[in-house]
């Protein structure tokens, strides 16, 4: 039990690292030499988790798919309406961005064409921004518009703030995120639920 403990800890150390250097060097520079270095253990533990590095960057992807899991599922079935949800996990997503380099860098790496990346996480974030909207629009909060059409202008424009956020922090700031939704919102929402939102995220109020 203690030996599988001490490799868990080891594999998670090295993920984070690896995290950390993708993130900060790009995956084509990145060294294991320098990911091992960070996670202060040996060339060999490392290669006794990961065969080689592209190993290494899905175990990255899939701590982060798990990460933005518990983004998303953190508001299913929370009282209060779809949109509002919505709006929520926005926030949420955009300071972990900032916060969780694991988070960060497997987003960077599910775009990352030098590997061919199949946009997992993309495609995750954009299946549970869909699945939200027609959940508004079965709940009659969306104001004549197509919840397809929306969810393409959500993730593209969440997607975007990560990209830009990767060189200033400022994209995905509170402030950046609260503005979008108070573009968005009068043009999405049905007048009769609009002044029940808060762009800013339920928590600001």
Same mark, same amino acid.
């Given at each position: 039990m203690v030996k599988q403990e001490r490799a868990l800890r080891t594999r998670e150390a090295l993920i984070t690292?690896?995290?950390? +250097? @993708?993130?900060?060097?790009? @995956?084509? +520079?990145?060294?294991?030499? $320098?990911?091992?270095?960070?996670? &202060?253990?040996?060339? #060999? $533990?490392l290669h006794f988790h990961f065969v080689? =590095?592209?190993?290494l960057a899905d175990s990255v992807e899939q701590a982060a798919a798990e990460r933005l899991d518990r983004i998303v599922t953190a508001h299913e079935g929370v009282a209060g309406s779809s949109l509002q949800l919505l709006v929520d996990a926005?926030?949420?997503? $955009? /300071?972990?961005l900032t916060e969780d380099v694991v988070l960060r860098a497997g987003f960077e790496?599910?775009?990352? *064409?030098v590997r061919g990346?199949? *946009?997992?996480?993309? /495609?995750?974030?954009?299946?549970? !921004? #869909?699945?939200?909207? =027609?959940r508004a629009d079965g709940e009659g909060l969306l104001n004549e518009v197509a919840p397809?059409?929306?969810? $393409?202008? +959500? !993730?593209?424009a969440t997607t975007g703030f990560e990209v830009l956020g990767t060189q200033d922090p400022q994209w995905l700031s509170h402030g950046t995120i609260t503005r979008f939704w *108070?573009?968005?919102?009068?043009?999405?929402?049905?007048?009769? !639920?609009?002044?029940?939102? +808060?762009? #800013? &995220?339920?928590?600001? =109020?």
């Open positions: 690292s690896a995290a950390t +250097v @993708f993130d900060r060097d790009g @995956f084509s +520079v990145a060294s294991l030499n $320098a990911i091992s270095s960070l996670a &202060g253990v040996s060339s #060999g $533990a080689n =590095k592209a190993a926005s926030h949420d997503l $955009a /300071h972990l790496l599910s775009r990352e *064409q990346g199949n *946009q997992g996480l993309h /495609h995750q974030w954009h299946e549970w !921004v #869909g699945a939200a909207l =027609k397809e059409t929306v969810a $393409a202008s +959500v !993730v593209a *108070q573009l968005l919102l009068p043009r999405l929402a049905a007048p009769a !639920v609009l002044g029940d939102l +808060v762009p #800013g &995220g339920s928590r600001s =109020k």
